[in-house]
T-cell receptor
Framework: DAGITQSPRHKVTETGTPVTLRCHQTENHRYMYWYRQDPGHGLRLIHYSYGVKDTDKGEVSDGYSVSRSKTEDFLLTLESATSSQTSVYFC?????????????FGPGTRLTVT | QKEVEQDPGPLSVPEGAIVSLNCTYSNSAFQYFMWYRQYSRKGPELLMYTYSSGNKEDGRFTAQVDKSSKYISLFIRDSQPSDSATYLCAMRKSSGGSYIPTFGRGTSLIVHP
């Protein structure tokens, strides 16, 4: 298995509170991605990173921010959580952009916003 | 219309059956076609990928791409209960823009003994 961990694995939080999810990889891959997975929508890209301090928005980036200060860590922050952000969040990595057909996923974080 | 369409199922088959999972797409620029398997409460794992048209075989799994019809398939021979999972197709361009894959919604497969 690719060395990807996510923390926390489960979280319940209240509307309006900030939440930070962490993705950690031991593969030294340059590209890291945050997705959310919801019934009926499949996997949707939130943000991705193509290097330390280099990030870009995905399809559903509103209400989310990211940071990458080290190659191995990619943080996703919900600045003020809303119930619509209740979802399962997956981190993924790939060696390069051209090898984005080989993405490796973490175990996921199940987030509930009450 | 979504760029990638995939019937969510569920698809229920008896053990030993040949399973056919399919996706259609609208963007003719897609060149890489991937299949991921996702067990319940786990992250997706890459099963196989193909480039452009044709078939690719890996054990009991065969991926097939028909670019003229914009249609891809994953066949599973001699299906086992352990194959019960959600199967997601994904695809991406080879050049000229974003390399980020576009995913289908996934098809839930149940193989019963």
């Amino acid at each position: 298995d690719a060395g990807i961990t996510q923390s926390p694995r489960h979280k319940v939080t209240e509307t309006g509170t900030p939440v930070t999810l962490r993705c950690h990889q031991t593969e030294n891959h340059r590209y890291m991605y945050w997705y959310r997975q919801d019934p009926g929508h499949g996997l949707r890209l939130i943000h991705y990173s193509y290097g330390v301090k280099d990030t870009d928005k995905g399809e559903v980036s509103d209400g989310y921010s990211v940071s990458r200060s080290k190659t191995e860590d990619f943080l996703l922050t919900l600045e003020s959580a809303t119930s619509s952000q209740t979802s399962v969040y997956f981190c993924a990595i790939s060696e390069s952009s051209t090898r984005a057909y080989e993405q490796y996923f973490g175990p996921g974080t199940r987030l509930t916003v009450t | 219309q979504k760029e990638v369409e995939q019937d969510p199922g569920p698809l229920s088959v008896p053990e030993g059956a040949i399973v056919s999972l399919n996706c259609t797409y609208s963007n003719s620029a897609f060149q890489y076609f991937m299949w991921y398997r996702q067990y319940s409460r786990k992250g997706p794992e890459l099963l196989m990928y193909t480039y452009s048209s044709g078939n690719k075989e890996d054990g009991r799994f065969t991926a097939q791409v028909d670019k003229s019809s914009k249609y891809i398939s994953l066949f599973i021979r001699d299906s086992q209960p352990s194959d019960s999972a959600t199967y997601l197709c994904a695809m991406r361009k080879s050049s000229g823009g974003s390399y980020i894959p576009t995913f289908g919604r996934g098809t839930s497969l149940i193989v019963h003994p």
